[in-house]
């Protein structure tokens, strides 16, 4: 068991080490961040001081090489475009994005679950055949163009929600809430309904389809057999086995939400970890791009992480390496 | 804690619930300000917010005319070419309250110079600045510069004792990853004192009552509420919604929403940048093309056969919507050097582009690579599209490389490119600022934007000479002799001149300035 959570630790290292590697290699063809630190007027002579002093010079290897020593002791270097440390830059934004994904998440399982319960209990129902069709929109239209269609609607035309940013913020010490004030929530809306929407529909579709095969099994007959409510049986006995898959899918769900908010970020001006990652790839930004990367790579490997010892804990056979 | 969350919740909730100050200027644009240290960038939207605070001894009103800010007349010594006098505004306070003297002078256009400083390129001339009395500063530079005015509109003037009491006498390394106080608080003469900041987000301004120029100027707008939406669409959106009352940057095809809805406008006006092709001349060979040991676009007849194919009508009403001015130089209107001959636009003429490519020995065309940006300029990539078809015409293949803007401008100052777009805006007015950086051969100091691989010793000549000539005619002579062999080479295939569009709800009132800097003390709320 041990030695199996110990090979999981290293493999996860592994593919950290691996990502940095790669995202450092790929810095090389974003383009030079010497054009935009310094202006048109710029000499030679400073963008040669400015290449030396930003080790720009080195072999992409080196650079990979000093990021990670600095970055094992806590230094992520410091934003080209701001100045400032880029985690400190990064950790500013972290609870934006937090707040939003948080909040996606939670819509896209409530509604995704209700829904998907409501469709597998009335197959055949208009209503259901209603939401499985305009469900194949939140799976098929690009999330940029759901965000400015919604943007047009309710900012322009109704006047109901505003079209861009967090609204008014509250401060806890270094966390920042949108949650506690009435603009902070009427901004939360569109960006959290265009975020969660594709996994709305995920989760729906998943719980409809598991929900219909768990309805056919024998122990469900057996209970109306036995006389039980339809509401005992389908809200005690199936829904619960219905959930198990779709927690574990839902849980690495939330990590893809957080990591592919840029664009509803961008589309919405949310001051999150995703609009601060599209700006520095525009301005080369490196010291940013690769903390972000580090930090979502991270993120994912956490989780798939946790999963696995889930698993582990879960089922016996996948333990000390039999079956592996 | 729990009674502050409750007051500040309380506190936000009537804000948002009350309405805005009929005098607040809800004020959105692409991109933010990237430091509040005045001297530490050279770049639009961080001088533009700087423009706000902090005032320069002479500036550029919205029409482009000089004006004085912090100093009252100007002009060069009687007694010594060398040396320009500036008499200061008496009677200026900074935020803090502190008195503006010549030694803040002193102190601001030193810091300026210093090696951190991304203003020092426009300051080289200066060897010397002392201060003559307390409202009199002379600038010492290294032979007569009469152009030394327009290099000195986005140089702010501090306060040195503030400075030094907060440790930011130097300018922030941003290259080094510094902050400072000044990076991040600022104290300056202007018409609004800051009042927050969240980068990237918000940034508040509200009215210097104790402005010097608080009769003088409309001042209409008593708080600025600035806030970055990089997104096009989302922009428009939030002028549409009523979000925002100004915005810059509409995209062109957006303009005709924007200007049909009640109650907004839009207004343009043309911009100071110049878009063109340049093609490397210099080079025996080029990497990019298909033609074997010679290079075609040495030939001046290839190069003239390429500018009558550019059908700049068809580009102006198709790509642009309209929203550009056709060129025949590669100077903006607004540019001393500038002449209506010289900048109209040559007309089509494929026939005639056709023989001289057959007279070339290039009947049969050739392949080469075009270069050019897709983030940079209005619609930069469709230009380089219409412009792959026109080439076709005079059977020139086209192969089009966009790139975004922090790839495609090394390929240009590393002479990686053969064939580029560039566009150009000239902050000095004056045509030497083009003819360094465009015309004169590629040295330590000059030419770093030059491409073409064009050299020619008289025209450096004449160039270095421009920094130093005193008789205006005869400067002006020069200037418009390096013209002309610049367009009997044509050195560059000029395209159009942008045009600047603003939207704005129809209570407010200005006009577009030409370097996309609103300076909203000009601006009239009705």
Redesign the interface.
């Known amino acids: 068991m041990i030695y199996s959570i110990l090979k999981r630790a290293v493999q996860s290292v592994f593919v950290l080490l691996l990502v940095g590697l790669v995202a450092f290699s790929m810095f090389r063809f974003v383009g030079d961040p010497v054009d935009n630190l310094l202006g048109q007027e710029r000499t030679e002579a400073d963008i040669e001081r400015v290449r030396q002093e930003l080790g720009l010079n080195d072999p992409f290897v080196v650079q990979y090489w000093d990021f990670l020593s600095n970055a094992a002791r806590g230094d992520m270097g410091v934003s080209f475009r701001q100045g400032r440390p880029a985690m400190e830059v990064i950790l500013e934004r972290v609870p934006a994005t937090l707040e939003l994904a948080l909040v996606s998440a939670t819509f896209a399982m409530t509604l995704g679950i209700l829904l998907g319960i409501y469709t597998a209990i009335h197959r055949k129902s208009w209503i259901s055949n209603a939401i499985l069709a305009i469900s194949l929109i939140g799976v098929s239209l690009p999330t940029f163009l759901i965000g400015i269609f919604l943007i047009y609607i309710f900012a322009v035309e109704l006047g109901w929600l505003p079209s861009f940013g967090r609204g008014d913020v509250v401060d806890f010490g270094w966390w920042s809430t949108g949650l506690l004030t009435w603009t902070g929530l009427k901004s939360l809306i569109l960006p959290a309904f265009t975020l969660g929407l594709y996994q709305l529909t995920l989760i729906m579709r998943l719980v409809r389809s598991e929900m219909s095969e768990v309805l056919k099994q024998d122990y469900i007959r057996f209970a109306r057999a036995r006389g039980l409510s339809e509401r005992a049986i389908n809200f005690r006995h199936a829904v619960k086995n219905t959930l198990i898959p779709v927690v574990t899918v839902a849980g690495l769900q939330i990590g893809s939400i957080i990591a592919f908010a840029i664009i509803t970020e961008t589309v919405f001006q949310w001051p999150g970890i995703g609009l601060l990652f599209i700006n520095s790839i525009q301005f080369v930004d490196i010291p940013i791009m690769a903390s972000y990367l580090m930090l979502i790579s991270v993120m994912f490997v956490v989780i798939n992480f946790a999963v696995d010892l889930l698993y582990l804990a879960i089922d016996p056979r996948l333990r000390d390496g039999k079956g592996a | 804690m729990r009674t502050n969350?409750m007051v500040?919740?309380t506190v936000?909730?009537l804000?948002?619930?009350s309405f805005a100050a009929a005098n607040t200027l809800h004020w959105a644009r692409a991109g933010d300000s990237?430091?509040l240290d005045p001297h530490?960038?050279?770049?639009g939207p961080t001088h533009a917010l700087a423009q706000q605070i902090y005032e320069p001894l002479v500036l550029r009103d919205m029409t482009g005319a000089y004006e004085g800010a912090l100093a009252t007349d100007w002009g060069p010594s009687p007694d010594d070419p060398n040396v320009w006098i500036f008499n200061l505004r008496e009677g200026v306070t900074f935020h803090d309250g502190a008195d503006f003297t010549s030694e803040d002078v002193v102190f601001s256009i030193t810091r300026a110079q210093s090696e951190d400083s991304?203003m020092k390129?426009?300051l080289n001339s200066i060897v010397e600045v002392r201060a003559d009395g307390d409202y009199t500063v002379e600038f010492v530079t290294d032979g007569p510069n009469p152009i030394l005015p327009a290099n000195l509109t986005n140089l702010f003037m501090m306060d040195r004792g503030w400075a030094e009491a907060n440790d930011s006498v130097d300018v922030?390394?941003?290259?080094?990853?510094?902050?400072t106080f000044a990076?991040l608080n600022t104290n300056g003469t202007g018409p609004y004192i800051l009042v927050s900041r969240?980068?990237?987000?918000?940034t508040v301004l509200t009215l210097n009552e104790d402005y010097w120029g608080i009769d003088m100027f409309p001042l209409d707008v008593t708080e600025i509420i600035y806030?970055?939406?990089?997104?096009a669409?989302?922009?428009v959106?939030?002028l549409?919604?009523?979000?925002v009352d100004f915005i810059q940057d509409v995209p062109v095809q957006d303009l005709d929403r924007v200007a049909s809805t009640d109650g907004l406008e839009v207004i343009t006006a043309p911009q100071n940048r110049v878009i063109f092709f340049g093609m490397n001349q210099g080079a025996a060979d080029l990497e990019a093309d298909d033609v074997d040991g010679a290079n075609p676009l040495a030939d001046l007849r290839v190069r003239q056969a390429m500018n009558l194919a550019i059908n700049r009508d068809a580009i102006q009403q198709i790509v642009m919507r309209d929203q550009s001015e056709p060129a025949g130089m590669i100077a903006p209107p607004f540019v001393n050097g500038w002449t209506a001959e010289l900048d109209a636009a040559v007309s089509t003429d494929i026939a005639a582009a056709n023989a001289l490519m057959e007279e070339a020995g290039y009947g049969d065309g050739f392949s080469i690579r075009l270069d050019c940006p897709n983030?940079r300029y209005i619609n930069d990539e469709a230009i380089c599209q219409a412009a792959v078809g026109m080439m076709a015409q005079i059977g020139i293949d086209v192969n089009l490389a966009a790139?975004?803007?922090?790839?495609h401008?090394?390929l240009i100052?590393n002479d990686e490119t053969d064939f580029y777009m560039l566009g150009w805006g000239v902050p000095t007015y004056d045509s030497e600022y083009i003819f360094n950086?465009l015309v004169h051969t590629r040295t330590?100091?000059r030419g770093?934007?030059n491409g073409t691989g064009y050299t020619n010793e008289d025209i450096d000549a004449m160039i270095v000479s421009l920094s130093s000539e005193t008789d205006l005619d005869v400067r002006n002579a020069t200037i418009a002799s390096i013209w002309e062999e610049v367009q009997a080479e044509t050195l560059y295939l000029p395209v159009h001149h942008q045009v600047l569009n603003w939207g704005m709800a129809d209570h407010v009132e200005t006009i577009v300035d030409p370097e996309d800097q609103p300076r909203f003390k000009y601006f009239v709320l009705n």
């Open positions: 969350l500040s919740v936000a909730l804000a948002s619930t990237l430091t530490a960038q050279n770049e991304d390129e426009l922030q390394d941003i290259e080094g990853g510094e902050v990076s969240e980068p990237d987000v918000r806030t970055p939406i990089q997104n669409a989302t922009r959106a939030a549409l919604s009523g979000e983030d790139r975004p803007k922090a790839q401008f090394p100052t950086f330590e100091n770093s934007w």
